[in-house]
Protein backbone atom coordinates (compact mmCIF):
# COMPACT_ATOMS: atom_id res chain seq x y z
CA UNK A 1 0.00 0.00 0.00
CA UNK A 2 1.26 2.87 -0.89
CA UNK A 3 0.74 6.61 0.89
CA UNK A 4 -0.99 9.83 -0.57
CA UNK A 5 -0.78 13.11 1.52
CA UNK A 6 -2.79 15.89 1.12
CA UNK A 7 -2.36 19.37 2.19
CA UNK A 8 -4.97 21.75 3.63
CA UNK A 9 -4.81 24.01 0.16
CA UNK A 10 -5.35 20.49 -2.13
CA UNK A 11 -7.82 18.99 0.55
CA UNK A 12 -9.61 22.26 0.44
CA UNK A 13 -9.38 22.43 -3.66
CA UNK A 14 -10.89 18.33 -3.47
CA UNK A 15 -13.76 19.89 -1.64
CA UNK A 16 -14.44 22.56 -4.30
CA UNK A 17 -13.98 19.73 -6.91
CA UNK A 18 -16.63 17.55 -5.65
CA UNK A 19 -19.35 20.25 -4.96
CA UNK A 20 -18.98 21.62 -8.66
CA UNK A 21 -19.11 17.68 -9.75
CA UNK A 22 -22.21 17.35 -7.91
CA UNK A 23 -23.56 20.86 -8.99
CA UNK A 24 -23.21 20.28 -12.49
CA UNK A 25 -24.95 16.73 -12.23
CA UNK A 26 -27.95 18.87 -11.77
CA UNK A 27 -29.26 16.68 -9.10
CA UNK A 28 -31.39 18.90 -6.71
CA UNK A 29 -30.70 17.48 -2.95
CA UNK A 30 -32.41 19.47 0.55
CA UNK A 31 -30.49 17.64 2.84
CA UNK A 32 -26.64 17.02 3.88
CA UNK A 33 -25.82 13.96 5.87
CA UNK A 34 -22.13 14.00 6.78
CA UNK A 35 -20.55 10.87 8.15
CA UNK A 36 -18.45 12.20 11.31
CA UNK A 37 -16.22 12.66 11.91
CA UNK A 38 -14.51 12.54 8.18
CA UNK A 39 -17.09 14.49 6.26
CA UNK A 40 -17.35 17.21 8.78
CA UNK A 41 -15.60 19.34 6.89
CA UNK A 42 -17.16 18.53 3.57
CA UNK A 43 -20.33 18.74 4.84
CA UNK A 44 -20.06 21.80 6.59
CA UNK A 45 -18.36 23.72 3.26
CA UNK A 46 -21.35 21.83 1.31
CA UNK A 47 -24.22 23.21 3.13
CA UNK A 48 -23.11 26.59 3.06
CA UNK A 49 -22.33 26.55 -1.20
CA UNK A 50 -25.59 24.52 -1.67
CA UNK A 51 -27.64 26.17 1.01
CA UNK A 52 -29.41 23.40 2.50
CA UNK A 53 -29.99 22.06 5.93
CA UNK A 54 -26.78 19.70 7.36
CA UNK A 55 -27.08 16.44 9.71
CA UNK A 56 -24.34 14.84 11.05
CA UNK A 57 -23.95 11.07 12.06
CA UNK A 58 -21.36 9.95 13.83
CA UNK A 59 -19.88 6.72 13.13
CA UNK A 60 -16.55 5.08 14.13
CA UNK A 61 -14.44 2.19 12.28
CA UNK A 62 -10.62 3.03 12.72
CA UNK A 63 -8.66 2.65 16.34
CA UNK A 64 -5.20 0.88 16.96
CA UNK A 65 -1.96 2.54 16.06
CA UNK A 66 -2.57 5.77 14.10
CA UNK A 67 -5.91 5.09 13.91
CA UNK A 68 -4.75 2.89 11.00
CA UNK A 69 -6.45 -0.10 12.35
CA UNK A 70 -9.94 -0.83 10.56
CA UNK A 71 -12.35 -2.42 13.13
CA UNK A 72 -16.20 -2.90 13.32
CA UNK A 73 -18.47 0.17 12.90
CA UNK A 74 -20.22 1.94 15.54
CA UNK A 75 -22.74 4.28 14.51
CA UNK A 76 -24.20 7.22 16.90
CA UNK A 77 -27.77 6.68 18.57
CA UNK A 78 -29.42 9.28 15.73
CA UNK A 79 -28.99 11.77 13.56
CA UNK A 80 -27.55 15.70 14.91
CA UNK A 81 -30.02 17.74 12.52
CA UNK A 82 -31.67 21.18 12.99
CA UNK A 83 -34.73 20.23 11.30
CA UNK A 84 -37.76 18.59 12.24
CA UNK A 85 -37.31 15.95 9.49
CA UNK A 86 -34.80 14.70 7.20
CA UNK A 87 -35.49 15.49 3.25
CA UNK A 88 -36.23 13.81 0.72
CA UNK A 89 -33.40 14.06 -1.62
CA UNK A 90 -30.77 13.41 1.02
CA UNK A 91 -26.93 13.75 0.46
CA UNK A 92 -24.07 11.57 1.91
CA UNK A 93 -20.90 12.83 1.77
CA UNK A 94 -17.73 11.33 3.69
CA UNK A 95 -14.00 12.17 3.22
CA UNK A 96 -13.23 8.60 1.38
CA UNK A 97 -14.34 5.41 0.64
CA UNK A 98 -12.25 2.72 1.77
CA UNK A 99 -13.10 -1.11 2.03
CA UNK A 100 -17.34 0.75 1.46
CA UNK A 101 -18.46 -0.77 4.77
CA UNK A 102 -19.17 2.47 6.55
CA UNK A 103 -20.86 3.89 3.66
CA UNK A 104 -23.22 0.97 2.42
CA UNK A 105 -24.14 0.78 5.95
CA UNK A 106 -24.93 4.71 6.72
CA UNK A 107 -27.08 4.03 3.63
CA UNK A 108 -29.44 1.17 5.53
CA UNK A 109 -28.93 2.99 8.97
CA UNK A 110 -30.57 6.14 7.33
CA UNK A 111 -33.04 3.90 5.49
CA UNK A 112 -34.61 2.37 8.33
CA UNK A 113 -34.51 5.24 10.86
CA UNK A 114 -35.46 7.46 8.11
CA UNK A 115 -36.54 5.97 4.88
CA UNK A 116 -40.30 7.32 5.22
CA UNK A 117 -39.12 10.63 4.64
CA UNK A 118 -36.41 9.80 2.06
CA UNK A 119 -37.40 9.30 -1.49
CA UNK A 120 -33.53 9.02 -2.55
CA UNK A 121 -30.19 9.03 -1.95
CA UNK A 122 -26.79 9.77 -3.39
CA UNK A 123 -23.27 9.69 -2.30
CA UNK A 124 -20.26 11.80 -2.61
CA UNK A 125 -16.89 11.50 -1.40
CA UNK A 126 -12.84 13.31 -2.27
CA UNK A 127 -11.70 9.58 -2.73
CA UNK A 128 -12.63 6.55 -4.04
CA UNK A 129 -10.85 3.46 -3.60
CA UNK A 130 -10.36 0.10 -5.95
CA UNK A 131 -11.04 -1.68 -2.82
CA UNK A 132 -14.01 -0.27 -1.84
CA UNK A 133 -17.23 -2.49 -2.06
CA UNK A 134 -19.50 0.17 -2.97
CA UNK A 135 -18.80 2.97 -5.95
CA UNK A 136 -20.13 6.36 -4.85
CA UNK A 137 -22.46 8.64 -6.95
CA UNK A 138 -19.90 11.62 -6.83
CA UNK A 139 -15.80 11.48 -6.29
CA UNK A 140 -13.27 13.35 -7.27
CA UNK A 141 -10.28 11.08 -7.20
CA UNK A 142 -10.43 7.27 -8.11
CA UNK A 143 -7.42 5.35 -6.53
CA UNK A 144 -6.03 2.54 -8.10
CA UNK A 145 -3.60 1.52 -5.83
CA UNK A 146 -5.81 1.89 -2.50
CA UNK A 147 -2.68 4.28 -0.91
CA UNK A 148 -3.62 5.36 2.92
CA UNK A 149 -4.71 8.51 2.99
CA UNK A 150 -2.70 11.04 5.47
CA UNK A 151 -4.99 14.07 5.55
CA UNK A 152 -3.78 17.49 7.38
CA UNK A 153 -5.94 17.20 10.22
CA UNK A 154 -4.46 13.53 11.06
CA UNK A 155 -1.61 15.27 13.30
CA UNK A 156 -3.89 16.61 15.83
CA UNK A 157 -4.28 12.88 16.49
CA UNK A 158 -1.06 12.27 17.87
CA UNK A 159 -1.30 15.31 19.69
CA UNK A 160 -2.56 16.64 23.44
CA UNK A 161 -3.92 19.33 24.32
CA UNK A 162 -0.87 19.46 26.71
CA UNK A 163 1.83 19.44 23.92
CA UNK A 164 0.11 22.12 21.92
CA UNK A 165 -0.21 24.68 25.26
CA UNK A 166 3.71 23.90 25.40
CA UNK A 167 4.55 25.39 22.02
CA UNK A 168 2.36 28.27 21.97
CA UNK A 169 2.59 31.54 23.73
CA UNK A 170 -0.82 32.68 25.78
CA UNK A 171 -1.21 36.43 25.54
CA UNK A 172 -2.93 38.57 28.44
Request: net charge negative; proline share 2%.
Amino acid sequence: MSDLYVSWADYHDKIEQLAVKVYNSGWQFNQIVCLAKGGLRIGDIFSRLFDVPLAILSTSSYGGLNNQVRGSITFSHDLTKTTANLGSHVLIADDLVDSGITLQKSKIWLDRRYGFYIEEMRTAVLWYKDCSVVKPDYYVDYLADNPWIHQPFEHYEKLTVDQLAATRTQSV
